[in-house]
């Protein structure tokens, strides 16, 4: 793997793995749709700073213990479901 490699995403061995280079990451941000709350655009101006700072904030809890990681895997829980995604429900 290449810090250009693409994000992928794969289950090996019961093993979920998500993986992206730092350079694919570095343009994924800049050119997303990132909501600053100014008129500027998101620069990433020291790549190696960036993502250290990145990583931390990835495995920093919040007050009630959930990452910003554990909140993408929720989100994507409540998508595959809302698209009819096979072996999940709503239980009552």
Known sequence: MSSKSLLNIAVTDGVLNIS???DALKTS????ELDVSTS???AITDLESFVVDF???LRSQSE???TV???MFDMAALESL?????GCEILD
């Open 20 to 22: 992206i280079g730092v």
């Open 29 to 32: 941000i800049e050119s997303g």
């Open 40 to 42: 500027g655009v998101f």
């Open 55 to 57: 990583v931390h904030e």
């Open 64 to 66: 009630s213990g959930a």
């Open 69 to 71: 990681v554990d909140k």
């Open 82 to 86: 809302e698209n009819g995604g096979a």
